[in-house]
C-alpha cells in the first residue's frame, strides 16, 4: 500500500499511465529488459520529465509507486484468475504497458546470449542489463612485445559470435588500458575497478615510475611501454597531456585494431584530430571527466565518434557508471562541459575558502571553519542532486523573510557573484575551445 507518510498519496490514472511510458521509453533506450527498470537514474530522468510536466513526486516516490506495480504484475502471472486486492485491482489497466515494459527483451537477450539474472539487482546498478555489444577480445594481429599478454580465452566464447559482448558489469574478462597515470586516470581506474572489472585485466603505463604506484597499491599492473598497453587491451583510456596526443598515438597506431576503442581524456582534443591520427574505421570517443572521479563522484560527459556505434557508448557508460554522473551529449558540449565541470569544480573550491574565511573573519578557528564549509557544499550538492529540483526552489526554501539568508544573498548579489560565475564559465568554455582549434591545426 502507498506510504502514507507521502504527500499527495492518490495517483490518477493520467500521472500513471504518463510515468510508465516514460519508463517504456527509458528501459528501451537503454536495450533493458523491464526488471532492470529499477536502476536510480532512470527513476532520476523520469522524476525530471514528471516534474516538467507537472507532476511534484519525489524520486522515492516513484521508485515506491513502480515497486508496487510491478507486485502486481508478478501477482497477476503467478494468479491470473485471482481476484486482485481492491488496492491493486486498478492495476489491471496498466496492464498493457506493464507487460510491454516487463516482458519486452532485446534481441540478443531473446537469443540467449545474454545471461538470465535474479531480479532482486541493486537499485544504484547503473547500466546492469545492457545487451550493448563489443569485439571480443583477441590477440593482437600485429607484432607485440614479446611480454604482451594475449587475450583469446576460447572458453568464453564457444558457440558466440566473437563480436557479442557480455554485460561489462559481468564480463570479467574485459581487458581496460590507460596510457597516462595521472589523476583523471586514477580516478577512473578506482571506478571501474569497484565494479566486477579484476585489478589484473587492467594496465597502465607511464613514462616515470613516479606516478605509478598508487595503481600498484590497486593492484593493477603497471609498464613504461604504450604499446604493451595497447596491444594488452580492448578499451585504451589515452589520459595524458593534450600536446601529447598526437605523438602517443602515431606511436601505437600501427597496434590499434577493429577490436579497440580508443577513449581521449584530453582537453581540447577534438574527434577529428583523434580519427585522423588513428587507422580508418578505429572506434574513438572522446571523454571529459572531471577531478572528483577521484572520489567516485565526478561529471562525466562523453562524445562518439563518427565510427563509434551506441553501444560502444553503451559499453562506456557502464564501465564509468562508478565514477559519477555520465552522460553522453554532442561534441559541441564537451567544451561547456569543461567549462561547467571541469573548470567549475576549482571555482566551488574558491567559495568553499571564501565561506570559511568568512566565519574566520567572525572569529571561528580556521580549521572548524573549513571542515564545516566542505560540509555544507558536500550536503548541498547531494541534496541538490538527489532532490531532483531547481536550485532557485531549494535556494528559495532556506530563505525566510527578514531572515539572515536573504540578508546574505542581497550581499552576493551586489557583489554580482551570479554574473560573474557565468563569466568564469564562458571564459573557461572559450579558453577550451581554443585549444580545439589549436589541436585541429595540428593535424
Known amino acids: ?148 599478454p594475449q587475450n583469446l580465452n576460447l572458453d568464453l566464447i564457444v558457440g558466440v559470435k566473437p563480436w557479442i559482448k557480455m554485460d561489462p558489469e559481468m564480463d570479467t574478462q574485459l581487458k581496460i588500458g590507460f596510457i597516462g597515470a595521472g589523476n583523471m586516470a586514477f580516478g577512473i581506474a578506482k571506478g571501474i575497478l569497484s565494479g566486477n572489472v579484476l585489478p589484473a585485466n587492467v594496465r597502465v603505463s607511464a613514462p616515470s615510475s613516479r606516478s605509478l604506484g598508487r595503481f600498484q597499491e590497486l593492484g593493477i599492473p603497471v609498464t613504461h611501454s604504450n ?80 565510427r563509434a556505434k551506441p553501444e560502444d557508448g553503451a559499453l562506456l557508460r557502464s564501465l564509468l557508471h562508478r565514477c559519477g554522473l555520465v552522460e553522453e551529449g554532442p561534441e559541441a558540449w564537451i567544451d561547456i562541459h569543461t567549462g561547467l565541470s571541469g573548470s567549475g569544480v576549482a571555482f566551488v573550491y574558491l567559495f568553499a575558502e571564501a565561506l570559511a574565511e568568512g566565519a574566520v573573519k567572525m572569529g571561528m578557528p580556521s580549521a572548524l571553519a573549513h571542515s564545516i564549509a566542505s560540509q555544507t557544499v558536500l550536503g548541498a550538492g547531494r541534496l541538490l542532486r538527489d532532490s531532483g529540483k531547481h536550485p532557485a526552489q531549494l535556494r528559495s526554501e532556506v530563505c525566510t523573510p527578514g531572515g539572515t539568508t536573504i540578508y546574505g544573498l542581497h550581499t552576493l548579489e551586489k557583489g554580482g557573484l551570479r554574473a560573474t560565475t557565468m563569466s568564469a564559465v564562458e571564459s573557461a568554455t572559450e579558453r577550451a575551445r581554443e585549444f580545439g582549434r589549436k589541436s585541429g591545426c595540428k593535424k
Not at 10 to 17: F, G, I, L, S, Y
Not at 40 to 59: D, E, L, N, P, Q
Not at 89 to 116: F, S
Open 227 to 306: 604499446i604493451e598497453v595497447v596491444c594488452g587491451s580492448d578499451v585504451v583510456f589515452v589520459a595524458v597531456k593534450p600536446h601529447l596526443v598526437p605523438l602517443v598515438l602515431s606511436e601505437v597506431s600501427q597496434y590499434i585494431t577493429d577490436r579497440h576503442i580508443v577513449v581521449s581524456v584530453a582537453a581540447g582534443v577534438t574527434l577529428a584530430t583523434l580519427e585522423e591520427i588513428l587507422p580508418e574505421n578505429t572506434v574513438a570517443i572522446r571523454l571529459m571527466p572531471n577531478l572528483p572521479c577521484l572520489v567516485q563522484e565526478g561529471a562525466i560527459l562523453f562524445a562518439r565518434g563518427s
Open 1 to 148: 500500500m502507498e506510504d502514507l507518510g507521502m504527500k499527495k498519496q492518490n495517483w490518477d490514472v493520467k500521472e500513471t499511465e504518463l510515468f510508465l511510458e516514460i519508463l517504456k521509453e527509458l528501459d528501451m533506450e537503454k536495450c533493458l529488459d523491464g526488471r532492470k527498470v529499477r536502476n536510480t537514474k532512470i527513476f532520476k530522468v523520469a522524476h525530471r520529465r514528471m516534474t516538467a510536466a507537472g507532476y511534484h513526486r519525489s524520486v522515492d516516490q516513484l521508485k515506491f509507486r513502480w515497486k508496487l506495480l510491478k507486485s502486481a504484475y508478478y501477482k497477476g502471472k503467478r494468479e491470473p484468475n485471482s481476484s486482485a486486492p481492491a488496492k491493486i485491482q486498478g492495476w489491471w489497466r496498466y496492464e498493457k504497458t506493464m507487460v510491454a515494459i516487463m516482458e519486452c527483451r532485446h534481441p540478443l537477450v531473446g537469443a540467449g546470449v545474454h545471461p538470465d539474472r535474479n531480479d532482486e539487482v541493486t537499485e544504484d546498478s547503473e547500466g546492469d542489463g545492457d545487451a550493448s555489444m563489443l569485439h571480443w577480445p583477441q590477440t593482437c594481429p600485429q607484432p607485440c612485445p614479446d611480454n604482451t
